[in-house]
């Protein structure tokens, strides 16, 4: 790793670095936080995690190879390898990653939303990787952990980074821009996430705007103009906006009502948006540069969204029309997010990674373009705050004015969830279990040959074990 000799790692968080056999100078190879990633040449953090302790792994680590640990407790004398003592390992990696990205000196997209960041993310790469080697976050490996390790798999061969960010309160947006120091922000959208803790959309609104704290002064900034709240943004430090959307000019709320729309606000805009069922949606994208007919391989009309996105980024990178529109027709769904699944008895959407009452509807729009009954297997969504039984109740009552056929709703609050879809559309199947356990239990009896099921809830709801029993019963 260019730049991480064992000195230049210590002075970057400010830790004590204990020597062994005059090694630092030499370069580490990668940076883990697994023992059992570990291996020659490795840097190994020991983090204090709620199932285990990353210390009592340090002489393990040793043995594979490590050449140096970071650790929050002093080492024997006799340590097989050189160390360096820090107060907080877990702010030790912040510093070393933005240490890191700063030696590597690569264009850095930062993309946080309340809705459809990884997504977006998948298709801002598929985009600039028809241009560049692209870097993006991979998994979960959005947070204040996960930040570094993506950084950390940085390699010399890369021209970008793709990074996604995510947080639940205030402050934590802005320690994972000061991190990533991105060239261009693109925020998705302000929904109904982590309420418990910024408690609604203007909060919302404030916490996933740090992410300007640290944009660098050439920047640039990349917003949903159909998002009421995002809208309002009208420039930051200079750097005016570049909105994408369903419409060629946006205007805030109280911009309408002035009639002082800014008219010649940058954006990037689609239409003869036309659904292809469960094999995507076509749509023609509009920007300055000129205009193209796409066909996104995803279906769910936010993924036009998503491809005006990769399409504001792509411009802003250099990529031409025909770039772009390979990119995005290249993109290739996510176990766990609208990853369409075909067995010999049914159609599965399989879209549990996680679930909130912007990306339920979302979901369930999906499911009216299924063929057979229509089904839709849906959880409790978590971190709504104190309107979570209400905000279930509402996705309720759009589900039940939805085109399908059968509701089954898992956990306490989902049952006011299914009570509001059977009271809005009396004709609905619908079924109400407690527990994971009782639906697997009676899974095979629930569904049946031809469905399109959809299988969606917040991730603590562990619906993958839905997704396997659903492949295995069918």
Known sequence: MRGMTLRCIADACGGILHEKDGMGDQEVTFVTTDSRQASEGCLFAAIRGAKADG???????????????????????????????????????????????????????????????????????????????????????????????????????????????????????????????????????????????????????????????????????ILNGNDDKLVTVKNVNGIRPVFFGLKKTFASEEERREDCCDRDRLAVWADDIESRGLDGISCRIHAEQGCFSVIIPI??????????????????YGLTLEEIKAGIESLEPLSGRFHIIKTENCTIIDDCYNANPVSMKASLDVLQEGSGRRVAILGDMGELGENEAALHEEVGVFAGNCRIDKIIAVGPLSAGLVRKAGEQNQGLDTIHYNTLEELLENLDTQVQKGDTILVKASHFMEFPKVVEALQLCM
């Open 299 to 316: 279906p769910g009309q936010h993924m036009v969204y998503n491809a005006l996105a990769g399409t504001a980024v792509g411009l802003t």
């Open 55 to 221: 210390h009592r792994f340090i002489p393990s680590v040793y043995e594979k190879g490590a050449i140096c640990v970071i650790t929050e407790e002093a080492l024997p004398e006799d340590a097989k390898g050189s160390w360096i003592k820090v107060i907080s390992t877990l702010q030790a990696l912040k510093d070393i990653a933005e240490y890191y990205l700063r030696v590597m000196n690569i264009p850095v997209v930062g993309i946080t939303g309340s809705v459809g960041k990884t997504s977006t993310k998948e298709m801002i790469a598929a985009v600039l990787s028809r241009k560049y080697r692209t870097l993006k976050t991979l998994g979960n490996f959005n947070n204040e952990l996960g930040l570094p390790l993506t950084v950390f798999r940085l390699q010399e061969e890369d021209e970008i980074a793709v990074l996604e960010m995510g947080i639940s309160d205030f402050g934590e947006m802005h320690r994972l821009a000061k991190i990533a120091r991105p060239d261009t922000c693109v925020i998705t959208n302000i929904g109904q996430c982590h309420l418990e803790n910024l408690k609604d959309r203007d909060g919302i609104l404030r916490a996933k705007t740090e992410i300007f704290d640290f944009l660098k002064p050439a920047g640039h900034i």
